[in-house]
């Protein structure tokens, strides 16, 4: 069965560092998402993608975040500038279209930590 | 604000004892409702879900949960729990015009053999 893939699985860095996480989503999906989930917190939504651009995106998602489809496979997840309260577990998902009754897939997670 | 709660973080009880958890949300109109499943070290997976219809769906492994519109709560039940269903649930909602998740804190159910 197809799965969403994400790497790496963990990451460590240091405040004020650039952090890439990134994404496979399912093959013939169209629809991505990034979710966040600090620890002992609710997963929270940051940001989802459709057709080459930001369809929607939370407060959280300032401008330290971007997001890109760099080929026909990845989806990433970009932060300029790290922060201590960015560490978390990074969720990836994709949904197969614009249609809401298909679920959203997710992938196993980042965990981000910012030192 | 539209919010999820699910209250009862830990739960434990033992196999075959039923399980039941709440999920509570705060909107008035129309919502699309989940229940997804995280195992130890694997990803977070669909449960089951509700759009339309009959307000009691089934999932996978024998949970289904009912939607109560008036009650504004879409609880998930298992008559009798294997050691198996040892995870982490999580109550989901989209409510109109979005299509982001949002989630509710979680449950962390432990069944003991």
């Known amino acids: 069965e197809p799965e969403v893939t994400q790497t790496p699985s963990h990451q460590v860095t240091q405040m004020g560092q650039e952090v890439i996480l990134r994404c496979v989503p399912i093959s013939n999906h169209l629809y991505f998402y990034w979710y966040r989930q600090i620890l002992g917190q609710k997963v929270e939504f940051l940001v989802s993608f459709y057709n080459n651009e930001i369809s929607e995106k939370s407060e959280i998602f300032d401008d330290q975040f971007s997001v890109e489809r760099p080929d026909g496979s990845n989806f990433t997840l970009k932060i300029r500038s790290t922060k201590l309260e960015d560490s978390a577990m990074y969720f990836c998902?994709?949904?197969?279209?614009?249609?809401?009754?298909?679920?959203?897939?997710f992938g196993p997670g980042t965990r981000l930590t910012v030192t | 604000a539209q919010s999820v709660s699910q209250h009862n973080h830990h739960v434990i009880l033992s196999e075959a004892a039923s399980l039941e958890l709440g999920c509570n949300y705060s909107y008035g109109g129309t919502v699309n409702l989940f229940w997804y499943v995280q195992y130890p070290g694997q990803h977070l997976q669909l449960l089951l879900k509700y759009f339309s219809g009959d307000p009691l769906v089934k999932g996978i492994k024998g949970f289904e949960a009912e939607f109560i519109k008036s009650k504004f709560s879409f609880n998930l039940r298992k008559p009798s729990v294997q050691w198996s269903d040892t995870a982490e649930y999580f109550c989901?909602?989209?409510?109109?015009?979005?299509?982001?998740?949002?989630f509710g804190k979680g449950n962390q159910v432990v069944v003991i053999p």
């Open positions: 998902a994709s949904r197969r279209n614009r249609d809401i009754s298909y679920e959203q897939y």
């Open positions: 989901a909602v989209t409510f109109y015009g979005n299509n982001r998740l949002a």
